[in-house]
């Protein structure tokens, strides 16, 4: 069973650029989470999508997107890039609707620099 | 909003010994609690979970605790092995919501 697949794995970026990240989850899952990991901040929650709903969001500025389509393939885009955008950003999905019933499958990751 | 916090960023331990890794939270809406390893290069892995019904879930050489009054849950792995070496991040969730913390680096010593 293939898991969560994310792409690209690595981009480099200019300031005031904008991005497109892909995440496909694992087959069957209809949950897909967004996180941006950077030193010492952890895992910071951008938005989860279900059904193509989006469910929750984070405390990020209107430049973070996204959205989810019929096969819960999921894309987040990042508009007008800033320095400080430079993080992993990691997609996790889950097979059950509820975030208390089970566990977050996570991807590699797609490593943005912005320079 | 820190609502779920690991307020160790690294831990040195050495083999053989045990590992205690710690974490707060403040939602108190929060009902199931996890762990997850993450290695560099690598998305986080799942660990271990508990549910807010209990208060320990083991699993081989880990242990989960979950002290609810106090909103805190603790991590041990016994014996620790140079293998477990990495970051540590656990999580809360309620129904629609999974936070996660900052994570505590693991370093297991030969």
């Known amino acids: 069973k293939a898991g969560v697949t994310q792409t690209p794995r690595y981009l480099i970026k200019t300031r005031g650029q904008q991005v497109t990240l892909s995440c496909s989850p694992i087959?069957?899952?209809?949950?897909v989470s967004w996180y941006q990991q950077t030193p010492g901040q952890g895992l910071q929650f951008l938005f989860e999508y279900f059904s193509e709903t989006q469910r929750n969001k984070g405390n990020f500025p209107g430049r973070f997107s996204g959205r989810q389509f019929s096969n819960s393939r999921s894309e987040m885009n990042v508009s007008t890039l800033e320095l400080g955008d430079s993080a992993l950003y990691l997609c996790?999905?889950?097979?059950?609707?509820?975030?208390?019933?089970?566990?977050?499958?996570f991807g590699e990751g797609s490593r943005l620099t912005v320079l | 909003d820190q609502q779920v916090k690991q307020n160790s960023p690294s831990l040195s331990v050495q083999e053989g010994r045990i590992s205690i890794l710690n974490c707060d939270y403040t939602?108190?809406?929060?009902?199931?609690f996890l762990w997850y390893k993450k290695y560099p290069a690598e998305g986080p892995t799942f660990l271990i979970s508990?549910?807010?019904?209990?208060d320990k879930n083991e699993d081989g050489r880990f242990t989960v605790f979950l002290n609810k009054s106090a909103k805190h849950l603790s991590l041990h792995i016994v014996p620790s092995q140079p293998g477990d070496s990495a970051v540590y991040f656990c999580a809360a969730s309620s129904n629609n919501d999974m936070r996660f913390g900052a994570g505590t680096r693991l370093t297991v010593k030969p």
């Open positions: 996790a999905s889950r097979l059950t609707s509820a975030a208390n019933t089970g566990e977050l499958f």
């Open positions: 939602n108190s809406m929060f009902d199931y």
């Open positions: 508990i549910s807010s019904i209990k």
């Open positions: 087959s069957g899952h209809r949950s």
